[in-house]
């Protein structure tokens, strides 16, 4: 497996940012005084050894618990955070590690959303091995390599030349995968004027990393109609710069007859 991260250390923190939108890892060091800014799962360690895993809400941590270092999991908006909770329970239960406060009903991952979930969790507890947290024992190698759970989609020069119209939260817009790594934005989309907030009042990480995109093409925008073509990254992107996501984007472009730009391009 091979991830590619941003990771930023300071004393008492270290912050670990996954590509493309899909996450954040936090490991705290001093866990007196906490605040999230958006909901997490959160992993309690005593002595580095791990005691509780459980989910919170943003704003101001608290846990009766005696622990002192905290790693919270902040992860992409299409992986639900029940969901990621119990994959954590579950994993650390099998491997023998002592949680307290275990939820007396489990929560039911669906099967159509198991292996998204399960492919994420991999993820994450690679790195926090990496980094000398470990939640679960390793396992031999197989042979056969596993289909990847979250899905992959492929450029072609065809669907280069294919309009995908959007019509999701309010907003407007018509866009091309023109190049590999390139989405064109066309002028005239309409995007959703302001972002929803958590239940605190605060931005969560999506709607900072909308409003950062939004921020880069500020000078093609007015009224929040854009005024000039676009050149985003990712269909992500797209998705943030009109609507600060909270959606599947590759369903929201649908070509003239009613496909969309999953069909066009996802990698069985």
């Known amino acids: 497996m091979e991830i590619k991260l941003s990771v930023h250390i300071s004393e008492t923190k270290t912050t670990i940012e996954f590509n493309d939108l899909q996450g954040v890892i936090n490991i705290l060091d001093e866990a007196k005084e906490i605040t999230l800014d958006q909901p997490a799962v959160y992993i309690l360690l005593k002595d580095h050894t791990i005691i509780s895993i459980g989910k919170s809400e943003a704003g101001t941590f608290q846990n009766e618990l005696d622990f002192n270092k905290i790693i919270t999991v902040a992860p992409s908006w299409d992986i639900e955070l029940d969901y990621l909770v119990q994959q954590f329970i579950t994993e650390a239960v099998e491997n023998d590690i002592k949680l307290a406060n275990i939820p007396e009903i489990k929560t039911k991952i669906p099967a159509s959303y198991k292996k998204t979930v399960t492919s994420y969790n991999n993820e994450v507890l690679f ?15 197989k042979k056969a390599k596993d289909k990847p759970a979250k899905a992959r989609h492929k450029w072609t020069k065809e669907v280069s030349q294919i309009e995908f119209f959007i019509d999701a939260r309010g907003c407007r817009a018509t866009a091309l995968w023109h190049k590999r790594n390139e989405m064109l934005l066309k002028a005239g989309a309409t995007m959703m004027p302001e972002p929803s907030l958590n239940k605190d009042g605060s931005l969560g990480f999506s709607a900072k990393m909308g409003q950062r995109i939004r921020e880069d093409h500020k000078d093609k ?10 050149i985003l990254k990712s269909v992500n992107e797209v998705g943030l710069f009109l609507y600060f996501g909270g959606t599947n984007s590759w369903l929201e472009l649908i070509d003239a007859n009613g496909k969309t730009l999953n069909e066009w391009t996802v990698v069985d």
Request: hydrophobic letters at 30%; aromatic letters at 12%; glycine letters at 4%.
């Open 127 to 141: 790195v926090l091995e990496k980094f000398g947290y470990h939640l679960k024992h390793h396992e031999e190698p």
């Open 221 to 230: 925008v007015k009224n929040f109609v854009t005024t000039e073509d676009i």
